[in-house]
């Protein structure tokens, strides 16, 4: 069994391992309950794509808003 990371990453810590998802450095964590709990690194772009999907996936009334916003928070591109 391998070992579970049950604790937050550190600033510096979370830019060491790859994005759970892409393999880019992670920039974000995110604590999977399915999982056990465990935290789980992804990078600016997949941590973007995983909000959007929570958003939508509550149907909040403001997704789009708070998705544009959270774009520029991070200085990601808007998509086209």
Not at 5 to 10: A, F, H, S
Request: proline share 6%; charged share 30%; net charge positive.
């Amino acid at each position: 069994m391998r070992d579970m990371r049950l604790k937050p990453y550190t600033q510096i810590g979370i830019r060491r391992i790859p994005c759970s998802r892409c393999g880019e450095p992670s920039a974000h964590q995110w604590q999977v309950c399915a999982l056990g709990r465990e935290f789980k690194g992804l990078c600016e772009e997949c941590d973007y794509e995983l909000n959007a999907l929570v958003l939508a996936f509550i149907t909040h009334p403001e997704a789009e808003k708070l998705l544009r916003e959270y774009r520029k928070k991070l200085g990601l591109e808007p998509k086209e």
